[in-house]
């Protein structure tokens, strides 16, 4: 009774907050066994061992990307909680300057970008504006230059929208050069959707590297 009150208690507090239950049931073996393989410590005498037990899973959601799970498990006899709190992605990739996307021109052919856009959108942020800034420096440095940019998108959603939003981006990026006095002859673009990844779409870091600007020198 004590116990059933108590879930209780945890269930209704956590609803309060916005938190939505994922999960109820006992844990697999198999995943009991992965973790086993991993972890270290489960607690004086497995004290926070979940074997057998029956598990509740909730996650309450923020806008920052630092979302909490708690885990409550327990029996008659005791029970424990567990809380985690997910750090959010943290862009650790630097903005291109002008001098080095002329060198990777120069030497490789390409230079690859991640230009800032407003999610699921081929609209500029802030940055994504100097960004291109930085390619008008290349291109009046070297007016005989010309690029084909293309655009990349990761695997989230629909293939068909990401392929079509990747042509999207890419024309931003080309009219915005225009804007900035860069003839249209010296520019042309491509979008090729979620294809040709450079980076693992399993991690949200990998999923940064893939969304981005290619700069193709036209020879």
Do not use: C
């Not at 923020?62 to 327990?74: F, H, K, P, S, T």
């Amino acid at each position: 009774m004590v116990v059933t009150i108590l879930r209780k208690s945890y269930d209704e507090a956590i609803k309060a907050v916005g938190g939505v239950k994922i999960y109820e049931g006992k844990v697999p073996t198999e995943e009991i066994n992965r973790i086993k393989e991993q972890a270290t410590y489960f607690g004086e005498d497995g004290s926070i061992d979940y074997w057998n037990n029956i598990v509740k899973v909730y996650v309450i959601r923020r806008a920052n990307g630092d979302d909490v799970y708690i885990q409550l498990a327990g029996n008659t006899a005791g029970g424990n909680i567990q809380i985690l709190q997910k750090e959010a992605f943290k862009q650790t990739i630097t903005m291109l300057k002008a001098d080095q996307i002329q060198k990777d021109l120069s030497d490789k052919g390409k230079a690859v970008l991640h230009i800032n856009f407003d999610t699921d959108k081929a609209t500029l942020k802030g940055d994504g504006k100097e960004a291109i800034a930085e390619i008008a420096k290349v291109l009046n440095a070297d007016k005989n230059l010309k690029i084909a940019i293309h655009g990349y998108t990761d695997n989230t959603g629909d293939e068909k929208h990401n392929l079509q939003l990747s042509k999207q981006r890419a024309a931003t990026v080309k009219d915005e050069l225009i804007k900035s006095g860069i003839e249209v002859s010296r520019l042309t673009t491509e979008g090729f959707g979620q294809n040709s990844p450079i980076a693992d779409n399993n991690s949200e870091e990998g999923k940064f590297q893939n969304r981005r600007v290619e700069l193709i020198k036209d020879k």
